[in-house]
């Protein structure tokens, strides 16, 4: 290793020239860098509630819904200037790329028809083909709606004081912003003292947190800000302030411009990247920086040597000392991430593989730029003896904990342990799995207002989509299915939580009515097939050929049934769609299987997948860390010491969600992963430096102390420093995702570094693992 330096230090020049033009390509490459949530990477796509949706899109179109609801401040809907607002609206909707034309419904869309029994057959009229002007036309349009009740809590709310436009959207490159920004000019023109207009669905949210996390452009500076400031206090020096940050900059430029060639935008659950390198670089470059003022200091004080030359020797030294051990942290890290590979969502394959590479990228700057850079600074001042044996804060911290390992009293450690345990057994059976997107939100902004407001007037804003599929061409036309389907909305219906429901069986139904004089009677379902298929052609002679795409397909073999729900709740979801699969068992012909998705199932998937595969990532990079530590160490016990605190933190995390109320979710199933990446190299740094010091120091007690006092204080340093970055992030109103990171990374860290320092010297004086005693101990 030491050989290694040299080269490094003799070639500086060019060292940090090729750093400086990689940097330079990085930076450009993510100049570009947006948060665009991609349906398609995050989706587990062999979910069945995500592989139903995509084959709904593909038959149907359906996909992300937006509501647009319209109420008059004085009188209801049926009035002119609500009406020509909802037309002048519909009409601006469809001339916007990304629209699917054909879903669009409004009370002026081209697929809202009336449908009127008439002496040769029925007639199919546009439901408002012009804004009614007379007081007859407009309770004949009032009258059109209350006959085809499948418009009544869709598009026109049971009091008549809401009208709303529900607009599908495809997938769009550009994220949900794009797509609501495509709306927002229309609804904006149309905003005055008379309506009110509101917008609500899920790609609203999900275009909320698109915006929301590109606070990270903002934050990030901060954190490095609040990272300096801790930097400066523990080493009281400019350079010890700067050298760190210059390197965990890097590893962040150099990671994300890796995401910008490789065109990977950044979405809500790899944003926090960026941070999470910044904190392992950090960490490293700590540890170094650390052991090389102590070689400096001891330089300068027990030889002759001159600053210069005591400066180029600490490198070397501290690096020679200090590299095995970064190499050894930094791939543990690493690998650690890269296991992500093996996990079916997209997302978390991106957001591990660039985490890794960013923490080789801290590992390669530490290893050749920074040693280069130290080099050629001016060397630090000589401590006064005041300096020498001032005690601060961290000392204090770090004597006491020595005083607590050392001691006659060292049970006392084990038995808090035991006790902190134990109350995080209790706090993690209190953990409530469930995940809203909206109540990733504050609830008074207002967004979540007009969210509200929409669920209180119409059905619902959250799709859940049945797609019924029979074995043969007209399955669908059969009246046994499709009393099922009816029999399946009205016990939906009776469902809380479920606003609407609608299917091809709500128009047989009408066309039902409609043939018999319009007696309520008649509102059903007719028991011929024959009689059904009459219907159908006679609907065809005076209706569009596409009114019934977004039902049915065109050889009646497969249904679509919508239903509009109140909630995104997971939970509410999970045990609603329980009640569904048990309901079609017993009312569904053995020729009819139904699939379920829609927004607010494949957020369920979603859910389900991710924290379960975030619980299975946490597993899987613990013993990542356990199998590469013990081949570091040799010694399976290695891995178990490393292991251990690791696990303190990340039960103390699912402790405080179970004692605070914070939901176990997506987002905080991802900081406890996030937890168990950063940890591990405190306790591969205080391990080697155990080793180091007992084999060499005879006084056991001293040994620890000199631990504690170096790599010990330089673990503490990372840790607040870390603690402190992310805490700004706490100061992200009404982003519960950027606050619930704050804590959850603030503890995890805290409670790592406290574990390590605490437990792992106090193990090692009590069991004296030989992988650390040389033999003669």
Known sequence: MKGYVEWVLKYRVAVITLTILITMVAVFQARTIEIIIDPGKIMPQSHPYVATSTKVEEIFGSK??????????QGDIYQPVVLEKVQRMTAAILTVSGVVKE????????????????????EVKSLMATVPTT???MSALRDAVDNNPVYLNTIVS??????????EFKDAPGGYRDMIKKVEPI?????DAQVDITVGGLPNFLARIEIYSQRMEFFLPISFLILSIVLFQAFRTKQGMILPLITAVLAVAWGVGVMGASGVPMDVFNATTPILILAVATGHAVQLLKRYYEEYYRLRETTQLSPKDANREAVITSLSRVGPVM??????ASLGFFSLIVFDISTVRTFGIFTGFGILAALILEMTFIPALRSMLSPPRDRTPSMRYKQR??????NTIANWATGPNRNRIYIGFLLFILVSAVGMTKIVENNSVKKYFAPDLSFQNDDRILNQSLGGTN???LLIEGKVDDAIKNPKTLQAMDDLQRFLEEQPGVGKTISIADFIKRMNQAMHGDKPEYFTIPKSQELISQYLLLYSMSGDPGDFDSYVDYDYRLAKLTAYIKTDSTAYIEELIKKINAFSATHFSDGVSIGIGGSAPQDAALNDTMVQEKLLNIAQICAVVLVISSLIFRSLIAGVLVLVPLLIAVAANFSLMGWSGILLNIPTSLTSAMAVGIGADYSIYLIYRLREELRSELNEEAAVRNVLRTAGEAILFVAVAVSAGYGVLLFSSGFYIHMWLAILIANAMMISALSALLLIPALVLTFRPKFIYPPQH
Do not use: M
Not at 64 to 73: A, Y
Not at 327 to 332: D, S
Not at 393 to 398: A, L, N, Q
């Open 64 to 73: 992300n819904v937006v509501v647009i609801g319209i109420s008059p401040r």
């Open 103 to 122: 879903n669009l419904l409004s009370l002026s869309a081209r697929r809202a028809k009336n449908i009127v029994g008439t002496a040769d057959g029925l």
């Open 135 to 137: 007081a007859s036309q």
């Open 158 to 167: 049971a009091d008549a004081k809401t009208t709303a436009i529900i607009v």
């Open 187 to 191: 609804v904006e023109r149309e905003r």
């Open 327 to 332: 190499i050894a942290a930094g791939t543990v």
């Open 393 to 398: 804060i961290w000392d204090r911290i770090t």
């Open 463 to 465: 799709t859940l989509y």
